[in-house]
């Protein structure tokens, strides 16, 4: 079978490995890849963003099955655009992508149906938000409605950030049309877990927790990144946590969109805060999160391509789902200098031959082969052990034996998990 898969990071190399793994599947096409993903798959040079020209590639190119992994895609609506042309896809169409597309259709069907999440208002008029800010409680969080590539979340921990923020959504239009609809929200305190599930919305079964680390510095100092490590499990999702999340949470979620004509199919992301009133729902994607995919996959036992198939079928009751519950797994981004903020691109890489799993999220090759920079977040180093402390000591061994003078990288992923379990 060829199989294709939307995007281009760590995320989407890290679901290549694992469908690479099917002995079905001959071909693997990524849209567009990168230098590290090359050399599990063909990288074709159309953006992820580039509906048409995707579809264009699928007629002239046999595509057996299709992943879309990253939110514009999915949002923009390319899965019904496959689905359009007979090719069976792992991910949800554009009606159901809305649940991580706007941020004001989230809270609502949350407050609809009695999910737990932080109390907010929305608002389309920028007066309103003003006057709103000037009275609410502080802390508070701004949140453009749309997709703002992981930005569009500003925690404002006085009453003259917020105003700042509405403003530069409202006003200065920083995330463009997407801070138009603002939603402003209660601040809420706790450990976060990310889990994502599969779901075909008749079943949901959530994958092993995880931890992500946002910000960009050890000690979560500096600013706010994309994900600079992720450990798997989370510690603080316990099992009495995980059975009221299950039943309050993921399957309500399940339900509700069925109920709005907007069955979800493919990985439904769920951002938890474990407050000291239970979990609550920070935010959904519509798709596997990037970097708690990194460790995520890496400790699935079963067969990740069966379990997609089974999910675009409609059958994932039938799957054979399983993860090392009584293992971990620990990946720690490498990042070029500057990340966050700006850097410098075509750093050379080095990776020895022995480290089995980097996954290359911003490389690119150079004309005689070599791995070269070419983004924020370059590499995730991930390792599986059978302790967490054993997954992190491996990962950073990996980590070391890395050349990537112009990178920098966290010394301290996994530290406040294992600090939870003792
Ligand atoms: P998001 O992009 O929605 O994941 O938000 C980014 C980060 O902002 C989350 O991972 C949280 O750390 C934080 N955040 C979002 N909403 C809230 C909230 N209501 N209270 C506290 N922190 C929040
Ligand atoms: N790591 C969070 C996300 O993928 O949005």
Redesign the pocket.
């Known amino acids: 079978m060829k199989v294709m898969v939307v995007g281009g990071g760590g995320r989407e190399h890290a679901l290549i490995k694992e469908i690479k793994k099917n002995p079905r599947v001959d071909h693997i096409y990524a849209v567009p890849g990168n230098g590290g993903i090359a050399k599990d798959a063909e990288c074709v040079p159309i953006s992820a963003e580039d509906l048409e020209g995707i579809v264009e590639f699928t007629r002239k190119n046999q595509v057996d099955f299709a992943v879309v992994a990253p939110d514009d895609p999915l949002v923009m609506g390319l899965v019904d655009l496959l689905k359009a042309e007979g090719i069976p896809c792992f991910g949800p169409d554009k009606k159901a992508a809305i649940i991580e597309g706007s ?1 004001a259709f989230s809270k609502d069907l949350m407050k609809r149906y009695g999910i737990p999440t ?1 109390e907010y208002e929305t608002f389309t008029d920028m007066d309103a938000a003003l006057k709103y800010v000037k009275t609410c409680d502080i802390p508070v ?1 701004v ?1 453009a409605d749309g997709l703002a590539k ?1 930005k ?2 500003l ?1 404002c921990m006085t009453r003259e950030d917020a105003v700042h923020a509405v403003k530069s959504m409202m006003e200065d239009k920083e995330f463009g049309d997407s801070g138009l609809t603002v939603v402003i ?5 706790g450990p ?1 877990v990310s889990v994502l599930s599969f779901t075909d919305g008749k079943t949901l079964i959530p994958m092993i927790s995880s931890m ?1 680390h ?1 910000r960009a510095l050890d000690g979560d100092q500096g600013l ?1 990144t994309g994900g600079m490590g992720t450990v798997a499990p989370n510690p603080y999702y316990t099992p009495e946590i995980a059975e009221i999340a299950e039943q309050e949470i993921f399957l309500p979620t399940m339900l509700a969109m069925n109920k709005e004509g907007r069955s979800f199919s493919g990985c439904l992301y769920f ?1 938890l ?1 474990i407050t000291d009133k239970g979990p609550k729902v ?2 959904y994607n519509c798709r596997f999160g990037d970097p708690e995919t990194q460790v995520v996959l890496p400790l699935l036992d079963s067969d990740l391509f069966d379990i997609l198939e089974h999910v675009a079928n409609g059958t994932l009751a039938d799957a054979d789902v399983r993860f090392a519950e009584d293992e971990a797994a620990c990946c720690v981004v490498y990042a070029t200098k500057g990340y966050p903020g700006s850097y410098g691109k075509g750093f050379p890489i080095e990776i020895p031959d022995d480290i089995d799993t980097v996954y290359v999220a911003g490389a690119k090759l150079s004309e005689d082969g070599k791995l070269l920079s070419n983004g924020g977040r370059v590499l995730g180093i991930t390792e599986r052990g059978k302790t967490l402390e054993e997954a992190i000591a491996k990962a950073y061994a990996s980590v070391e034996k890395i050349t990537f003078d112009e990178g920098f990288y966290r010394h301290d992923i996994g530290q406040k998990a294992l600090a939870a379990l003792k």
């Open positions: 941020k932080a969080v949140k992981g569009g979340v925690i929200e209660e601040f809420l305190t976060e992500d946002k706010n951002g805060m920070i935010e």
